[in-house]
T-cell receptor
Framework: AQSVTQPDIHITVSEGASLELRCNYS??????LFWYVQSPGQGLQLLLK??????LVQGIKGFEAEFKRSQSSFNLRKPSVHWSDAAEYFC??????????FGSGTRLQVQP | DTGVSQDPRHKITKRGQNVTFRCDPI?????LYWYRQTLGQGPEFLTY????????KSRLLSNRFSAERPKGSFSTLEIQRTEQGDSAMYLC??????????FGQGTRLTVV
């Protein structure tokens, strides 16, 4: 069975600071990996995805993520956080089943 | 707007009543998914359609839940004899084969 762990429930960073959100997955083969962002009361917006190829993927809004097979990780990064980035971030994996398995999310708070 | 559309956005119902939600996917997407999200958690997979065929159902989908996609276009999710534990955000997503899923804004169900 596939699973996703997001170890950080809540993270607070100052505006302009760098950000890294952690994601670890469990799946026997190479999965498809995703990061989604959700604002309060809204659906999920795709930030970026990894299917194959280059392990460093670029997404929207200045986000990037790196797939590390040896660590079963797909951490999300942003060099300089903006106040509008405050939201809930979900890592997801698509493995043997066609549907996504999500982590429990990381809530990002941005301090002025 | 050519995104995934869900209706209604909010539904308040009394315990024991039946409710039905509708999802209109992106028109060229043949895959459609339903997820449920409770407060503070990531979305959990409920069911998946490829065209009109329901190919997978989660154990979360009790016999009070039924989903249809009669012509391979829109889908409905019905909950019979609602319980307070059914209160959640119900998310619909659609995708093409081997591509990322796009989510709707969700239907928030409150059972009182």
């Amino acid at each position: 069975a596939q699973s996703v762990t997001q170890p950080d429930i809540h993270i607070t960073v100052s505006e302009g600071a760098s950000l890294e959100l952690r994601c670890n997955y469990s799946y026997g083969a190479t999965p498809y990996l995703f990061w989604y962002v959700q604002s309060p009361g809204q659906g999920l917006q795709l930030l970026l995805k990894y299917f194959s190829g280059d392990t460093l993927v670029q997404g929207i809004k200045g986000f990037e993520a790196e797939f590390k097979r040896s660590q079963s990780s797909f951490n999300l990064r942003k060099p300089s956080v903006h106040w509008s980035d405050a939201a809930e971030y979900f890592c997801a994996v698509e493995g043997g089943r066609r549907a996504l398995t999500f982590g429990s999310g990381t809530r990002l708070q941005v301090q002025p | 707007d050519t995104g995934v559309s869900q209706d209604p956005r909010h539904k308040i119902t009394k315990r024991g009543q039946n409710v039905t939600f509708r999802c209109d996917p992106i028109s060229e997407h043949n895959r459609l998914y339903w997820y449920r999200q409770t407060l503070g958690q990531g979305p959990e997979f409920l069911t998946y359609f490829q065209n009109e065929a329901q190919l997978e159902k989660s154990r979360l989908l009790s016999n009070r839940f039924s989903a249809e996609r009669p012509k391979g276009s829109f889908s409905t999710l019905e909950i019979q004899r609602t319980e307070q534990g059914d209160s959640a955000m119900y998310l619909c997503a659609s995708s093409r084969r081997e591509s990322e899923a796009f989510f709707g804004q969700g239907t928030r169900l409150t059972v009182v």
